[in-house]
């Protein structure tokens, strides 16, 4: 997207208002000097304590708009100056300026700064997530390529045997339903990026329509079904079917959401009683394509497609516990509307 340009005209620079307005206040009571004089029936010559009190006005009004000009147009130069820097420079040139002036300019620049950090790393984020999908995509393509090719080149003279030609075809199929996978993932993580719509879910919804896609695990609200969750229902949907998802393919066979709220958020547990999760593994279930499961067709997509689904609508997950008896995922959400 072409970013909006501001129309080019001309425009007053701040210290040039400064000086107009603080000249024009003081001209008042100048003027108020000269009507009086003006309608006095014998005016004479301004006495020098007039003049000494003028003079005296014009220093302190040129003063106060020095002081003014100093504390607001340098830091909002340098934050321009800043922010042209940072676009050439990146994350090294986010950093705080010299001086700010005044609390407004202050929290101004660190506004700013905040969001320059999350460009930053968004744009970091992009490039990283970019490669790796470049890296899942091409995997299953070249394995698809070297099949086809060697069905191709059998023939009469170096005939293929009907294993191994049912063997290559297999190999495509996989490899075709991983990038179906993947592309699925892909389009799941998109609507998770998107600008989230409003909406509510209730448990007891999210547990019928988990119970109809997951019908090998023994799915249950504990109780808790009429609680609200501050997600519209697709969003329910891709968060909820990820986790029950990932606990099957752990060999849970139970399932189990547990809700409750204090009014300032609500909190989600989902407990399974799945192989659990290793120690070593702990810190990058989150990572994006981290899998354990990649020769059973696992894309290390699904725990980052719920968290970003979830910060998407003001949530987030943590993993609370992970043992041989299963896991517990934890997920905060504002409360629902």
Same mark, same amino acid.
């Given at each position: 997207?072409r ?48 003049i ?87 995997s ?19 005939p ?28 799941d ?10 909406g ?20 249950s ?11 519209? #229902?697709?969003?329910? *949907? !891709? +968060?909820? &079917?990820? /986790? %029950? ?47 354990t ?6 894309? #290390?997509?699904?725990? *980052? !497609? +719920?968290? &970003?689904? /979830? %910060? ?26």
């Amino acid at each position: 997207m072409r970013p909006p340009r501001v129309k080019t005209k001309w425009r007053p620079p701040l210290y040039l208002i400064v000086y107009a307005v603080l000249l024009t206040v003081m001209t008042l009571p100048v003027l108020t000097v000269v009507w009086f004089r003006a309608v006095r029936a014998a005016s004479g010559a301004m006495a020098p304590a007039e003049i000494a009190t003028l003079a005296v006005v014009l220093i302190l009004t040129l003063t106060v708009a020095y002081v003014l000009t100093r504390t607001l147009t340098v830091p909002i130069n340098a934050l321009i100056a800043r922010t042209d820097e940072i676009a050439r420079g990146g994350r090294a040139a986010i950093r705080p300026l010299d001086n700010y002036g005044t609390r407004e300019v202050a929290t101004l620049s660190q506004s700013f700064l905040d969001l320059a950090g999350k460009l930053v790393d968004h744009s970091d984020h992009v490039r990283t997530f970019a490669a790796h999908v470049s890296h899942e995509l091409k995997s299953p393509l070249t394995s698809i390529k070297g099949a086809a090719e060697l069905l191709r080149d059998d023939d009469e003279g170096n005939p293929m045997s009907q294993e191994q030609r049912n063997r290559f075809l297999a190999n495509i199929i996989a490899d075709a339903e991983r990038l179906d996978t993947l592309l699925s993932r892909l389009r799941d993580l998109a609507k998770a990026e998107l600008p989230s719509e409003q909406g509510a879910s209730s448990v007891g919804d999210i547990v019928v329509q988990l119970k109809k896609q997951f019908r090998q695990l023994a799915i249950s609200d504990d109780e808790c079904g009429e609680e609200r969750l501050a997600l519209p #229902g697709e969003a329910a *949907g !891709i +968060v909820f &079917a990820n /986790l %029950a998802e990932n606990a099957f393919q752990n060999g849970a066979n139970s399932f189990v959401i547990d809700a409750s709220g204090d009014g300032r958020r609500m909190t989600v547990r989902i407990r399974d009683n799945g192989r659990g999760i290793a120690d070593g593994n702990r810190e990058r279930i989150f990572e994006p394509f981290f899998s354990t499961r990649r020769e059973d067709g696992g894309t #290390g997509m699904g725990l *980052g !497609i +719920v968290r &970003a689904m /979830l %910060a998407s609508h003001g949530g987030s997950i943590e993993l609370l516990d992970s043992s041989q008896d299963g896991t517990i995922f934890q997920i905060t959400l504002p409360p629902a509307s």
